[in-house]
């Protein structure tokens, strides 16, 4: 594969192999870094491979305001009046103590808060677009959630596809994956499924995710949370020879020890939504012997300036907040080392003119989306023992049961009532069986998808479409293994057009199911989920007519029946087994009341005919909670637009 090679490139080579063998794994994953941090390789119209050089670009916000949520008569402010600036080629930790607003300045500079905000943000001195600026900046936040059923080289492999465009090749795509996995140490666990990955793995592969398509900026909430002292340092070293390529790095950093603080070049200290200082981090310790703040011989500079940041109602800290936070100008380092001012007017968070456009939004079409997002989706579910594997033996399993305790219920008249009883069962089961998986797994998908799409990755359609189809074989498996199962066994009739009827009644309910379980994931956390679907269910149970008929309720109360999905499901079944001029039951016992069909379904107040309008009736409820399915992932997506 012909390669042009940069003389960055090549200086970086020999100095990678002039080293010494200290630290040989190291060493080697910081010369992959390097290399691959300071180019990306791209494909030309011929099809030649080049390298393009990382564009180098400053991160710079003026005025930032926030105020928490509204509690009494007053809110509480988050971060008044923050300027500042980040430079290319620089490793930035931003810490403070906690309350100080640092989760919040990050969540700010990505993107991902923007209500009630008052500022702006700006890169290399220019405001852009929230689809320009999403191209160029990465936002790995502190929990950050993975599709836990895919191998890592699966992820990485799925994100190439997603966020390279199509005029890369398999081949350049591989190479990228490659590259990453010897960047962030994780060939060996190239074939280990997310879930059984440890924390420092979980964390580089959340980092090589975003690095398909070498961004100039990346934005990190407390990456090192939850790692050990040699993970969290191997993580930052990584960190580390990236940003010493070009790359904008800022990352929330919480009380770090000595060997891992020394690995950053500048710091932003926050106090109580206020900045205290910013600038090198060899320069802190004289700024705070100025304002009065002297730093003990041999003590950790990071502790030191945490203590320093908790003085609240100390003179020298207003004399800081002064110097660093000012609302009319700020004191920016820029890119060669000196200093320089800069006036701004507040103004709404990124409420200007567009200065730069993308030319796409999205590296690849919709319908290539739609395709991956597919078979991923796909993949996922097949290895999902609790929502698809122990669902379907679900079905099985109860099937059976219920055939057992109804058994042949449907082929005697003095039995009709069980019959009734068993297959209200039936859809009771087929109702909780699909909705109930979908509930508990579906809020941490949602959240991968929240991520994905603000990362740019894809669209909320082609997520949307890929998750229909992705579901429809197990919405289709499922309902049809348990009525085959429990319509033999209880003594239905055998008769190919009722089978049919009853069937199709059963797989719309199934599908209904399964998208009240994802409306409810999508819509709420997994808590008030699982609270949502028996408060929607409940009063759909009660008003469907199997208790209380329609003609026996109270008239205010009629009007109910007819928004209970469960009174057309039944409805429809109970029009399958007995209606369209079934022949009389035969009847054991000396007389049975109802061995006539058409006199039963009448004291059910069910036609014996029309189960096209039942059958309508539960497809416009789908219809309705896809709508509301997609308004719902959409309002997720609402708050950071």
Not at 372 to 382: C, E, F, G, K, V
Not at 430 to 444: K, L
Request: glycine share 6%.
């Amino acid at each position: 594969m012909p390669q042009l090679c940069t003389r960055e490139t090549r200086q970086m080579q020999h100095s990678c192999s002039c080293m010494s063998d200290f630290n040989v794994r190291t060493v080697t994953n910081a010369c992959f870094v390097s290399i691959m941090a300071a180019t990306e390789l791209v494909q030309i119209e011929d099809g030649t491979v080049q390298e393009k050089l990382l564009t180098r670009m400053a991160l710079e916000f003026t005025n930032i305001s926030f105020k928490g949520e509204l509690k009494g008569d007053k809110r509480k402010i988050i971060l008044d009046n923050v300027s500042g600036r980040f430079s290319p080629g620089r490793l930035t930790a931003i810490l403070g103590p906690s309350g100080a607003g640092k989760s919040s300045l990050l969540n700010i500079l990505s993107g991902f808060k923007k209500h009630g905000v008052i500022g702006s943000v700006m890169v290399n001195g220019e405001t852009l677009s929230d689809e320009a600026f999403r191209n160029k900046c990465v936002y790995i936040p502190q929990d950050f959630d993975l599709l836990e059923l895919l191998t890592v080289m699966e992820i990485l492999d799925y994100a190439a596809e997603l966020k390279m465009t199509n005029s890369s090749s398999r081949m350049v795509r591989k190479k990228k994956v490659n590259d990453i996995l010897d960047v962030l140490g994780l060939r060996r666990s190239m074939a280990t499924l997310v879930k059984n990955l440890s924390g420092g793995e979980k964390k580089r592969l959340s980092i090589g995710m975003e690095l398909i398509t070498n961004p100039p900026i990346i934005l990190l909430d407390e990456p090192t949370s939850g790692l050990d002292s040699v993970s969290a340092l191997q993580l930052v070293s990584y960190i580390k020879s990236l940003a010493e390529e070009g790359r904008t790095i800022v990352s929330v950093i919480h009380q770090p020890a000595s060997s891992l603080f020394k690995h950053f070049d500048d710091l932003f200290l926050l106090s109580a939504g206020k900045c205290i200082y910013s600038g090198p981090i060899d320069g802190m310790v004289s700024s705070f012997a100025e304002a009065g703040f002297h730093c003990p011989k041999y003590y950790n500079r990071a502790d030191f300036a945490l203590e320093v940041a908790s003085m609240l109602n100390s003179p020298g800290l207003e004399l800081l907040a002064l110097k660093y936070n000012n609302s009319d100008a700020y004191v920016r380092t820029s890119m060669d080392g000196e200093f320089s001012g800069r006036n701004n007017i507040g103004t709404p968070y990124r409420n200007t003119c567009l200065a730069v456009k993308s030319r796409r939004k999205y590296a690849v079409p919709q319908w290539k989306q739609f395709e991956i997002l597919l078979s991923r989706s796909l993949r996922s579910t097949i290895r999902d023992f609790f929502f698809a594997q122990l669902r379907v033996i679900a079905h099985v399993i109860v099937g059976f049961l219920l055939g057992i305790v109804f058994y042949n219920a449907g082929k005697d008249a003095s039995s009709v009532m069980t019959n009734t009883a068993g297959i209200f069962f039936f859809h009771i089961f087929i109702f909780y069986g699909n909705s109930m998986p979908c509930t508990i797994t579906f809020p941490q998908e949602t959240k991968v998808f929240v991520r994905e799409h603000l990362n740019n990755w894809y669209s909320l359609e082609a997520y949307y479409l890929s998750k229909i189809f992705a579901d429809l074989p197990l919405q289709f498996i499922c309902p049809t293994l348990f009525v085959l199962i429990s319509y033999y066994l209880t003594g239905q009739p055998l008769e190919p057009f009722r089978f049919a009827m009853f069937w199709t009644m059963c797989l719309l309910l199934g599908i209904f199911a399964q998208t009240v379980g994802l409306l409810s994931g999508a819509a709420f956390d997994i808590q008030m989920a699982t609270f949502f679907v028996p408060c929607l269910s409940i009063p759909a149970l009660l008003f469907s007519g199997f208790f209380v008929k329609s003609y026996e309720m109270l008239e205010f109360l009629r009007p109910l029946s007819y928004v209970s999905f469960f009174r057309y499901s039944m409805q429809g079944s109970m029009q399958a087994i007995y209606g369209y001029n079934r022949t009389d039951f035969p009847c054991s016992q000396i007389m049975c009341y109802y061995n006539r069909p058409g006199k039963y379904l009448k004291f059910m107040d069910t036609p014996e005919e029309g189960i096209e309008l039942n059958m309508a009736a539960l497809v416009g409820f789908i219809v309705l909670f896809q709508v509301l399915l997609y308004i719902s992932l959409r309002r997720r997506l609402k708050i950071f637009q």
